[in-house]
């Protein structure tokens, strides 16, 4: 995932995480089935996908405005993978003023 639009000669820190598809669909929709026999379905807490790990900034794929990072999923649980958020802060400067700034939305 290519971290893009930094300023030059800058220090950064940056994190990832796994954003999950949490929205019903109306899509392709078929018709309706009977009612349930004794109409009730309790339906389970989802459990979020665990966070990333083993993140790196290759040193031969940094650029002056821009670096590739790389990481490990974790695990997805229940997640159905939608995009990853890379977030990332100065250090060095006051270009995100200290706070994290999403920078970056990668499909893969």
């Known amino acids: 995932c290519v971290v893009p639009r930094l300023r030059k000669h800058s220090v950064y820190d940056a994190r990832v995480r796994e954003t999950c598809y949490d929205t019903y669909t109306t899509e392709l929709d078929g018709e309706f089935s009977d009612e349930l ?24 794929q940094i650029g002056p405005y821009s ?11 229940d997640c159905l993978f939608t995009i990853w958020l890379v977030e990332i802060k100065a250090i060095n400067t006051d270009y995100t003023r200290g706070k994290w700034l999403q920078v970056a939305v990668c499909n893969s």
């Open 67 to 77: 670096f590739f990072l790389d990481w490990t999923p974790g695990e997805a649980n």
């Open 37 to 60: 026999p004794d109409r009730q379905a309790i339906t389970l807490v989802p459990v979020a996908a665990t966070a990333p790990y083993d993140l790196v900034a290759p040193t031969d």
